[in-house]
């Protein structure tokens, strides 16, 4: 079984930085693509960032494209640095892992976490 646990959600001010990180632990498999999806209440989910086992392959989603990054810290862990943040980045981000990269584009992805809150007041 596979666990993907997300960390490092908060309250920030607009314009501010946060960091966040998913670990997987269980039977996951190193190579599996890591990323985030976010959802704030109301709205759809929608697609942060990808990164693919190598680190070396990135993708994000065009509203984060130029204020984001996204590293491959080992096999099971993912970090997403989310720097001048807006109120509308507020959400729940959910960590996610799939077989590739493309499959956070379209499908399907395998695990899931369960998210960790983002809040930023302007």
């Known amino acids: 079984q596979v666990k993907l646990e997300e960390s490092g959600g908060g309250l920030v001010q607009a314009g501010q930085s946060l960091r966040l990180s998913c670990a997987a632990s269980?039977?996951?498999?190193?190579?599996?693509?890591m990323g985030w999806f976010r959802q704030a209440p109301g709205k759809e989910r929608e697609f942060v960032a990808a990164?693919?086992?190598?680190?070396?392959?990135t993708y994000f989603g065009d509203s984060v494209k130029d204020r984001f990054t996204i590293s491959r810290d080992n096999a099971n862990m993912v970090a997403l640095q989310m720097n001048s943040l807006k109120p509308e980045d507020a959400a729940v981000y959910l960590c996610?892992?799939?077989?590739?990269?493309?499959?956070?584009?379209?499908?399907?992805?395998?695990?899931w976490g369960k998210g960790t809150l983002v809040t930023v007041s302007s």
């Open positions: 990164v693919d086992w190598t680190g070396g392959s």
């Open positions: 996610a892992a799939g077989r590739y990269i493309a499959t956070f584009i379209d499908g399907p992805l395998d695990y």
């Open positions: 269980g039977t996951f498999v190193g190579t599996y693509a």
